[in-house]
């Protein structure tokens, strides 16, 4: 049974930083590529980054560049994203999820999912 946690979230004051992990087990993590998605309340899930399944390469949306940085760890089952200079814009839902067939913004291709983390940003 394949289960991904994300971890991390919580209530941060605008222009910190916050580092969401989430962890992957019943899968073979390093044949997937990984993302994260946020969805904030009345808007649709967008992409945030992507990190393909070697960590060789990684996409990050517009909003996170210069401020988002994915990465993995695949001898733990894990993929990062550090985001810095934290904007009240940044608030939602953040979800990790794995896709077994390439890297993407879009949430369509993506197998499995968890269950979010919340982050919040305060002005």
């Known amino acids: 049974q394949v289960q991904v946690v994300e971890s991390g979230g919580g209530l941060v004051q605008a222009g910190g930083s916050l580092r969401l992990s989430c962890t992957a087990s019943g899968m073979t993590f390093g044949a997937y590529a990984m993302g994260w998605f946020r969805q904030a309340p009345g808007k649709e899930r967008e992409g945030v980054s992507c990190?393909?399944?070697?960590?060789?390469?990684?996409y990050t949306a517009n909003y996170g560049q210069g401020r988002f940085t994915i990465s993995r760890d695949n001898a733990k089952n894990t993929v990062y994203l550090q985001m810095n200079v934290l904007k009240p814009e940044d608030t939602a839902m953040y979800y990790c999820?794995?896709?077994?067939?390439?890297?993407?913004?879009?949430?369509?291709?993506?197998?499995?999912w968890g269950q979010g983390t919340q982050v919040t940003v305060s002005s």
């Open positions: 990190i393909t399944s070697s960590g060789r390469n990684t």
């Open positions: 999820a794995a896709s077994s067939f390439a890297c993407s913004l879009l949430p369509g291709g993506f197998d499995y």
